[in-house]
């Protein structure tokens, strides 16, 4: 069975710091990759995609990164942290087959910046 | 920005159905209805989609008007747990996967 792991599960880090959060999908090959950020009382807003290694879509301009260094392997990024990058964190995976938009989602990151 | 639109809460009585409305009245030929759910704190979780016809599967129905502009996501029999927020998403399958998140629908299960 599939399985997708995000870590660490929260986050406190000052402005200016940098970040890395990880997300890594364990029973599949070639899985569309996803990062989604939630503020608090919102909608999911999607930050980046990747349909293979090294490929990656940003969908919001922003000082987020994001990189692609395993089949399975989806890294976020910053080198500055922002006060406005507080939020959830929510890595997704998509299955492709006869279901073309059942993405599963792992547990998450609760980033805080203070 | 989302093709969708949701009333933002709703309450059930635990053991009876809710029925949660979604309009998308901009819809196109080839754009499928997907809802998730969200419990608090946790990632999304599919629940079900449909294109024309009426779908339903373990955990619930799928009504889609004939002229697609509005559906209704039906749990049976609501319990504690389906307390969550509902999206309604709006999507070409062939648009890269992409989902566009509105702000969903806040189910309360009361007992």
């Known amino acids: 069975s599939q399985t997708i792991h995000q870590w660490p599960a929260t986050l406190v880090q000052p402005v200016g710091s940098p970040l890395s959060l990880e997300c890594t999908v364990e029973?599949?090959?070639?899985?569309?990759l996803y990062w989604y950020r939630q503020a608090a009382g919102r909608g999911l807003q999607l930050l980046f995609y990747s349909v293979g290694i090294g490929q990656i879509s940003s969908e919001v301009p922003q000082n987020l990164s994001a990189s692609r260094p395993q089949d399975r392997q989806f890294i976020l990024s910053s080198k500055k942290l922002l006060l406005s990058d507080s939020g959830f964190y929510l890595c997704?995976?998509?299955?492709?087959?006869?279901?073309?938009?059942?993405?599963?989602f792992g547990p998450g990151t609760r980033l805080t910046v203070t | 920005d989302a093709k969708t639109t949701q009333p933002p809460s709703m309450d059930c009585a635990e053991g009876r159905a809710a029925n949660l409305p979604c309009n998308h009245s901009t819809i196109s030929g080839n754009e499928y209805v997907y809802w998730y759910r969200q419990i608090h704190s946790q990632g999304p979780q599919y629940i079900i989609h449909?294109?024309?016809?009426?779908e339903t599967n373990e955990m619930a129905s799928l009504i889609i008007t004939e002229d697609r502009k509005s559906s209704t996501l039906i749990l049976p029999h609501a319990t504690l747990r389906d307390t969550a927020v509902y999206y309604c998403i709006v999507v070409n399958a062939g648009n890269n996967r992409k989902l566009i998140w509105g702000l969903g629908t806040s189910l309360a299960v009361n007992p």
């Open positions: 449909g294109l024309k016809n009426n």
């Open positions: 997704a995976w998509l299955r492709l087959g006869q279901n073309p938009n059942e993405q599963y």
């Open positions: 029973g599949t090959s070639n899985p569309n």
